[in-house]
């Protein structure tokens, strides 16, 4: 399938048994397009990567970073694996959770996360990898308001993470997280900050 975004176009090669296999999942597009720019150096982290749209999207955007694309999926692995080759992304470093170094630290993460897994699993998986931001850093979320974002919006302030809503399209909001004290705002106050390409 083609991945055409404002300012690269990627053929990705998919399969069945991963996410999204006969499209480009709407929500991880609208993070494509309204995500701000990732940090041009440092390490960057695509969670729960699947074929590589987003981690081929950073490595793209943040050539001189190193880019994490992470997930449980072996199919997943393998086509991003390729994707990223095919692409000319050799360096995109494709690899199952626990094959990231402890002492690795991300300037940025993005990720559709995986919500149907249960709301316990997935805090227990955001807390571990957001934990992991170095202290600038910022995590891009991409949720479907009938899918929790707004509750997940409310947890992750509750937990210590500065949240705001970058923008709310096709039903999904873009939430930013950032270490420190909860923002003021939170869901529902229709205040939202500007983000990148592909809003409006």
């Known amino acids: 399938m083609r991945l055409a975004l404002p300012d690269l176009t990627l053929d990705l090669r998919t399969d069945r048994g991963v996410f999204s296999p006969g499209r480009i999942d ?3 597009k609208v993070l494509l397009l309204g995500a701000p720019p990732p940090p041009r150096r440092g390490h960057l982290l695509d969670l729960g990567c699947g074929y590589g749209p987003m981690a081929l999207t950073l490595a793209a955007r943040a050539p001189e970073a190193t880019v994490w694309a992470v997930d449980v999926n072996e199919r997943a692995l393998e086509l ?3 994707n990223a080759r095919a692409a000319g992304f050799a360096d995109v470093r494709v690899v199952r959770p626990e094959e990231v170094p402890e002492d690795v630290r991300f300037a940025a993460i993005w990720s559709n996360p995986p919500v149907r897994i249960g709301k316990r699993a997935l805090h227990e998986l955001l807390e571990h990898w957001l934990a992991r931001l170095e202290p600038d850093g910022a995590a891009v979320l991409v949720v479907h308001k009938h899918l ?3 509750s997940l ?3 992750l302030a509750g937990r210590g993470w500065r949240v705001a809503r970058l923008s709310s399209r ?3 909001r ?3 997280v950032r270490p420190g004290p909860p923002a003021e705002d939170g869901p529902g106050d229709g205040g939202e900050r500007p983000a990148g ?3 409006g």
């Open 174 to 176: 873009l939430l930013e």
């Open 148 to 150: 929790g974002s707004d």
């Open 80 to 82: 991003a694996r390729q």
């Open 26 to 28: 709407p929500g991880t």
């Open 153 to 155: 919006h409310r947890w």
């Open 170 to 172: 096709l039903g999904y």
């Open 197 to 199: 390409a592909g809003e």
